[in-house]
């Protein structure tokens, strides 16, 4: 199992930036894939970006060319910066792992943290 605990979350306005982390309670080295969803108000949960233990990273439409996802192994910490943040952003935004185990991958969640976008 690992754990995951956003942060880096906030209030901004729109054009500013933030940079949210997730660290995990060990090694993401073997970790398949870890990433960030987001889920605004009345919306389903929608993928933002990921990126592979192989480096591969994937980003949703809506953030490419704003957003970029990176990790640190040494500090078992993903990273998501955002800039030219719009209110469309405004979303709790949330760290999971993907994981092979055994036979059966495993999604792991953390608890999300809030960003809001002001206009």
């Known amino acids: 199992q690992v754990q995951v605990v956003e942060s880096g979350g906030g209030l901004v306005q729109a054009g500013e930036s933030l940079r949210l982390s997730c660290v995990a309670s060990r090694s993401i080295f073997s970790i398949n894939v870890m990433g960030w969803y987001r889920q605004a108000p009345g919306k389903e949960r929608e993928l933002v970006a990921d990126i592979s233990s192989g480096g591969t990273r994937n980003y949703a439409d809506a953030v490419k060319g704003r957003f970029t996802i990176s990790s640190d192994n040494a500090k078992n910490t993903v990273y998501l910066q955002m800039n030219s943040l719009k209110p469309e952003d405004t979303a709790v935004y949330y760290c999971?792992?993907?994981?092979?185990?055994?036979?059966?991958?495993?999604?792991?969640w953390g608890q999300g943290t809030q960003v809001t976008v002001s206009s």
């Open positions: 999971y792992a993907h994981e092979l185990s055994g036979l059966y991958y495993y999604d792991y």
